[in-house]
């Protein structure tokens, strides 16, 4: 037997439905790697390991009575922004410290569902806020991979850097994300691994801290491009709790993988080259595009004209949301509660002491962005820019089936670097603010290598609920790049 | 534009979060420059476009206005970092 936690995800559905394996023995094979590797990686906020354990002893007791459910005894890591009943959900707040849900959140509650097992809570920047994972309270999260040469050590990526480090590291089977701006996307592209944010709508955010409510999203991350399809059918479909959860039926994914681009058309958006990106990531894109051309679809140029505003449009949409959302935490009700010598003081003093910077900075713009005088010049004008943004897609994917782009436009950077600038760090998410704002699904999968033996990766957008097509259009890429290599950085 | 000490104080104000001298500074700094850097939307011609606040597309469902849950009192305290009686407590609001 292989190592267990060198499995995929679907091999380890096989392994144990075929009981070559058991939920029990590979949830100790987890617990030990976490346990191991967490302290230095910092990917967990917190470890489950008891319950792991328990939740694994059941999920053998359906296996051995089949009646296993699609994810019976996958080991899991999940982002803490989804509220679990009784496990602490910090948000990597200071001012959600000790925050222990009485409810769960209706994406955990259908993995539960399906039998999968909670490793733990994963780290995260701060409310889902950041793309590097320096913004959490509870600090770094160390990227598992390494420059060639060098022991500096690199961002993950972010918002989601802990869950992406930890499937990197091979810490857990899969894991949840979420992504309002790109923050599944680009951590999957920074830790070498697959990750998909789907179709606005997709899937329920019930119980999930909210940081924008119409640009959130949940998401997976796992190795392979069949591990999400398997893991993400899991957790989508309507929920009455969410009336912005679609009615739409929820497609097999796993049959998609393995379909072929054959006569599909791919769009390359010719915005999306722009100055300032390196030669390798230009290099890598066309080496997808070389693959798909292979693998017999037809590549199509397409315009997105809006692109170059797509960035600044979400960072006045995204805090004036964030404003309105974040208004909850105010020391009264949960979290952190700060003295004053009256209500105001107390509701002052508390979100000055439980946020970070990052994040009183977009509560601020928010604020002003949505303040009298200002509403129609930033906020209403940033609608109709979105607005154009999203027509640009729509009339793309008139021409094309799906569409074909780099992830982000470096590889990991030091942690540290970028931090001054807080425009600089933004334009990480220069490829997959476009997609979000348009509410379309996005999936992220490593490619190749830079020069420095970084992972690189390239985004795969397809229409509004078409994931399908996606998976086909990342399963032929997967194929022919074979990526394979494996960070040796922890 | 740029930001006076005011303008910043005022967003602390509407933001709800008290701010340092030091804060302001920083803040009222790259505030300043962020709102600069969005002032590039003012380029885009939207003239007849309307704003788009949800890509969903949906119009929300109805549903009966009815009790779906509740007598959740202790569940609904159980994280406030002060209460009483049954009761979220504040400072005195009243004199």
Request: proline letters at 4%; aromatic letters at 8%; one cysteine or more.
């Amino acid at each position: 037997m292989t190592n267990l936690t060198d499995l995929t995800l679907a091999n380890a559905r096989d392994a144990l439905k075929a009981k070559k394996i058991s939920a029990v023995e590979l949830a100790d094979a987890f617990i030990a790697n976490g346990e191991k590797h967490n302290p230095k990686l910092n990917a967990y906020i917190t470890l489950t390991s008891d319950l792991a354990r328990e939740q694994a002893k059941a999920s053998d007791a359906k296996l051995a009575r089949g009646e296993a459910g699609a994810l019976e005894g996958i080991p899991l890591a999940i982002k803490d922004l989804y509220c679990t009943k009784g496990v602490q959900t910090t948000a990597a707040s200071k001012i959600l410290k000790g925050f222990k849900p009485t409810y769960e959140s209706t994406v955990t509650q259908k993995l539960w569902d399906a039998g999968a097992v909670m490793l733990g809570k994963t780290n995260l920047d701060e409310f889902a806020m950041g793309s590097s994972n320096t913004t959490s309270h509870f600090g770094n999260v160390i990227n598992p991979w390494k420059r060639k040469g060098d022991t500096t050590d690199l961002v993950p990526g972010g918002s989601s850097g802990g869950s992406a480090a930890a499937i990197a590291a091979r810490l857990a089977l899969g894991a949840t994300g979420t992504d309002t701006g790109g923050s599944i996307r680009q951590p999957a592209a920074f830790c070498g691994i697959t990750g998909i944010k789907p179709t606005y709508g997709r899937c329920s955010r019930w119980g999930t801290v909210a940081f924008a409510s119409s640009l959130d999203q949940a998401g997976t991350f796992a190795h392979t491009v069949k591990d999400n399809a398997i893991f993400l059918k899991e957790i989508c479909g309507h929920d009455p709790k969410d009336s912005t959860s679609s009615l739409n039926a929820v497609p097999d994914f796993e049959a998609a993988v393995g379909k072929g681009v054959k006569g599909l058309r791919i769009g390359i958006p010719k915005e999306y080259r722009m100055e300032g990106i390196p030669a390798e990531i230009d290099a890598l894109w066309e080496q997808g595009i070389a693959f798909l051309k292979d693998a017999g679809a037809e590549i199509v140029e397409v315009s997105l004209p809006h692109t170059h505003y797509a960035l600044p449009t979400y960072y006045v949409i995204a805090p004036a949301e964030a404003s309105s959302n974040l208004a909850r935490y105010d020391g009264v009700r949960f979290g952190l509660r700060a003295n004053g010598s009256n209500l105001q003081e107390l509701y002052y003093n508390s979100r000055a002491e439980g946020f970070g910077n990052e994040v009183k900075r977009r509560i601020m713009i928010g604020s002003y962005v949505l303040s009298a005088g200002y509403f129609d010049a930033y906020y209403k004008k940033a609608q109709k820019v979105r607005a154009l943004i999203a027509r640009d897609f729509t009339q793309a994917f008139e021409k094309v089936d799906a569409i074909l782009t780099p992830t982000a436009p470096s590889a990991a950077f030091g942690i540290g670097e970028n931090n001054d600038d807080p425009i600089a760090m933004y334009l990480n998410d220069v490829f997959t603010v476009p997609t979000s704002l348009a509410g379309l699904p996005g999936l992220a999968l490593p490619v190749g290598l830079s020069k420095d033996g970084l992972p690189l990766g390239l985004q795969v957008i397809g229409r509004a609920f078409d994931e399908e097509t996606v998976f086909s259009v990342s399963g032929a890429i997967e194929r022919a790049a074979n990526f394979n290599a494996k960070p040796e950085g922890f | 534009m740029a930001l006076t000490k005011q303008d910043v104080e005022k967003i602390g104000k509407l933001a709800h979060i008290a701010l340092s001298e030091d804060d302001k500074t920083h803040f009222g700094k790259e505030i300043e420059s962020i709102l600069k850097w969005i002032e590039q939307l003012q380029e885009v011609d939207t003239d007849g476009v309307e704003a788009l606040a949800s890509v969903s597309g949906a119009t929300l469902p109805w549903r009966k206005d009815e009790v779906t849950d509740g007598n959740k009192r202790d569940d609904i305290l159980a994280n406030a970092p002060h209460s009483e009686y049954g009761c979220f407590t504040v400072p005195k609001v009243i004199e």
